[in-house]
């Protein structure tokens, strides 16, 4: 089984408040993109997991993907059930896009198939979170309005723009941005139909630009031809256009120093679209 696992976009992410665990209270719109890393599972018979190539400076009992296959492991319908996995990785790390995120939510996907599992996709979400607020969201594979600490999901329908996303050369630490004393941690919730029509700001784009000189330098790039926007705590900002070619454009005189898409906005995920489309032609 080949699928495809998307990048994410946070519209806004707003700090609501500060939980006694130490974790943050959010809300925020995610939307899928069609940039995306592509997983290959070959299932074996030797009850191991096994994933290639190996990360850099990532051990495997780390990996995300390696973690969400363990998660699995008691499910399986025959004990025996191995994995291999092939990782080919095109979406940046510490970009604020999601990407290991979605690589543990496919992986969570395609294993439930190929070793039978046979739980829904809210099990599959409530398993998820253990690995990451943002794993929920790639599981169910519909574009939502989150809270709590993202994995309270509403599926919405939002506007599909195009985007050029910018990646400046720099990794942004989650960790490092939710400890920042400096960090908004108060801002007052919205109604989903405010979030909808009105759509709001990221609470962290302060902290990560002071943080980082790199990203401040391409927020201040981008600003000066749009509304630009920070996703989720990462280094990677982006740019709405109603149309392909004016987000080319832009592409085309963006500084090389940094890393530039042109990509679109979708409300589904094309994990689930390739999912649906691989068990259609094995039904049989």
């Known amino acids: 089984m080949r699928l495809p696992s998307p990048a994410k976009l946070n519209l806004f992410l707003h700090i609501t408040g500060r939980r006694d665990d130490g974790y943050h209270e959010l809300q925020t719109l995610f939307q899928f993109i069609d940039l995306f890393d592509t997983l290959d599972f070959s299932l074996t018979h030797n009850n191991r997991i096994t994933i290639s190539p190996i990360i850099e400076q990532l051990a495997t009992k780390d990996n995300l993907v390696y973690k969400a296959a363990r998660l699995l492991t008691p499910f399986k319908k025959d004990a025996l059930f191995g994995i291999d996995?092939?990782?080919?990785?095109?979406?940046?790390?510490?970009g604020g896009i999601g990407g290991g995120s979605s690589n543990a939510a496919?992986?969570?996907?395609?294993?439930?198939?190929?070793?039978?599992?046979?739980?829904?996709?809210?099990?599959?979400?409530?398993?998820g979170?253990?690995?990451?607020?943002?794993?929920?969201?790639?599981?169910?594979?519909?574009?939502?309005?989150?809270?709590?600490?993202?994995e309270k999901l509403q599926a919405v329908e939002l506007?599909?723009?195009?985007?050029?996303?910018?990646?400046?050369?720099?990794?942004?630490?989650?960790?490092?941005?939710?400890?920042?004393?400096y960090l908004t941690r108060d801002t007052p919730p919205i109604r989903i139909s405010h979030a909808l029509t009105l759509g709001g700001h990221n609470d962290c784009?302060?902290?990560?630009?002071?943080?980082?000189?790199e990203v401040n330098e391409a927020y201040l790039w981008l600003k000066n031809h749009g509304d630009a926007k920070l996703t989720g705590t990462g280094a990677c900002l982006f740019l709405a256009f109603d149309s392909e070619y004016d987000a080319e454009q832009l592409k085309s005189i963006t500084p090389k120093k940094w890393q530039s898409w042109v990509c679109r906005g979708h409300n589904t995920s094309v994990t689930h679209d390739?999912?649906?489309?691989?068990?259609?032609?094995?039904?049989n």
């Open 205 to 213: 784009l302060d902290v990560v630009t002071k943080q980082n000189p």
């Open 274 to 283: 390739a999912l649906n489309q691989w068990i259609e032609q094995h039904r």
């Open 159 to 181: 506007r599909t723009p195009y985007y050029l996303l910018i990646k400046p050369n720099c990794h942004v630490s989650t960790g490092q941005i939710f400890t920042d004393k």
């Open 106 to 127: 496919t992986t969570l996907l395609a294993l439930n198939t190929l070793w039978e599992c046979g739980l829904s996709l809210t099990q599959l979400a409530d398993l």
């Open 129 to 150: 979170v253990q690995l990451g607020a943002d794993v929920p969201v790639f599981v169910m594979g519909s574009s939502a309005f989150a809270e709590g600490v993202g």
């Open 85 to 94: 996995i092939i990782l080919i990785k095109q979406l940046p790390m510490g």
